[in-house]
């Protein structure tokens, strides 16, 4: 037998239908806002973390000082089988340079520089012409990144000239040039073979080894176990880009909080609706409470409308929300390309947004239906009836 809640909540959503299409319409745009958002958001991190890795290793094992290459630890990093690939390399900063020649002027540019083995093309995520060109570099040749090639004004297979650390300088040909994507790694990397600047530096040593991992986020785990019985420090890429990796959490957490505030104000429409019907159905409550109803049944019918009202707008929401993001991701948002390091803008729905969203969503619509329900469950019926 339907409950009393059940039968005149019906009968109240029925008599206001105008209203309370425009309640869940207001919940549901708020809701679709806030799933489109968040999932623009996930696509855009995930996208900036992916062309950071491209040019960056998962994983960087580093000795305290420059020495020489480990055997155990390369056989041990062979047998280990959270290790995809490694290899060995050597860090420099250097001023590039391409000599002025005729109708253009010298280009400069500072750059950190990577000497490494044929082994950094498994380790590294480019492009296929790229990762060959990275594979096949040959000594006494370099491998810039798009934006420090366009800095120095380097555009074909030239010679550069690198001045190093150690006010060394060598002559080195242009071999081809990378892009990731991120512009702070395409404006400031280069690429040379191990042999090349160890040559320059005048040594045999390297400064680490630099690993791909099976699974990326396991990096400080990883590193923390390599580096237990040995003279390394570990490097994940979470140390290296944390600080950008909180900028992009603090950025969704204020785009989903300045969004949110768009069901708090819808849920304020729950909340007029709710304050109206009491206002016109007083006598009618009156009535009720003498024939034997209970304030708890009066609470009853009035959070029963405000569930009602708060899951229509949460599903209808979701449903919207769920075909933007299908939308966008059949028909991606496309960015203007000198602006952004990617052209369009991708999507990734997470079950845990979608969940949260409706968990809150759900909150602060009943909330908002408290407020009236507890008025309606107050009123004393001898002072109405009489």
């Known amino acids: ?43 855009f991190t995930r996208s900036l973390i992916d062309a950071t890795l491209r040019a960056s290793p998962h ?5 305290f000082v420059p020495q020489p290459r480990d055997p155990k630890l390369e056989a041990a990093l062979k047998a280990d089988p959270d290790v995809l690939a490694f ?8 001023l590039v340079t391409r000599p002025a020649s005729q109708g253009r002027g010298a280009g400069v540019d500072f750059a950190t520089l990577f000497a490494v083995q044929p082994s950094a093309a498994q380790v590294l995520q480019l492009a296929d012409a790229e990762t060959r060109t990275l594979d096949t570099l040959k ?10 090639a366009q800095s120095v004004g380097a555009y074909g297979h ?45 040594t045999q040593n390297i400064t680490g080894y630099q690993l791909r991992l099976r699974d990326p986020n396991s990096a400080p785990a990883v590193g923390a176990r390599l580096t237990r019985s040995r003279t390394y420090s570990s490097i994940p890429w979470q140390n290296l880009y944390g600080t950008l990796i909180d900028q992009l959490a603090l950025q969704k957490k204020v785009i989903g909080f300045v969004v949110f505030l768009i069901v708090v104000v819808a ?41 009602v009202l708060g899951l229509a707008g949460l599903l209808l929401g979701d449903l919207l929300g ?17 602006l952004y390091f990617i052209s369009a803008l991708p999507v990734e729905v997470r079950f845990t947004d979608i969940l949260w969203v409706n968990v809150v969503g759900l909150s602060t619509t009943l909330i908002a239906a408290l407020l009236p329900a507890r008025r309606a469950a107050a009123i004393e019926p001898a002072r ?3």
């Open 87 to 94: 290899t060995p390399f050597l860090a420099d900063k250097g």
């Open 267 to 307: 849920a304020f429409g729950i909340a007029n609706v709710l304050t109206l019907t009491v206002f016109e159905k007083t006598q009618e409550i009156a009535i009720l409470r003498a024939i034997g109803a209970s304030s708890r049944d009066i609470l009853g019918i009035f959070l029963t409308e405000g569930l």
């Open 139 to 148: 000594d006494g040749q370099i491998m810039l990144g798009s934006s420090l």
């Open 158 to 202: 030239e010679p550069l000239r690198l001045l190093n650390s150690q006010q060394r300088r060598v002559t080195l040909d242009l071999a081809g040039v990378f892009h990731t994507g991120n512009y702070l790694i395409d404006s400031a990397y280069a690429f040379t073979t191990l042999h090349t600047l160890q040559t320059l530096q005048g």
């Open 59 to 63: 994983l960087t094992l580093t000795g």
């Open 1 to 43: 037998m339907p409950s009393l809640a059940r039968v005149l909540s019906r009968a109240h959503l029925r008599h206001r239908r105008a209203q309370n299409a425009i309640t869940v319409l207001g919940i549901a745009v708020g809701v679709m806002v806030l799933i489109a958002a968040l999932s623009l958001t996930n696509g």
């Open 322 to 338: 769920l075909g933007i993001a299908a939308y966008f991701t059949w028909r991606p948002f496309q960015l203007p390309g000198d």
């Open 384 to 386: 109405i009836i009489r």
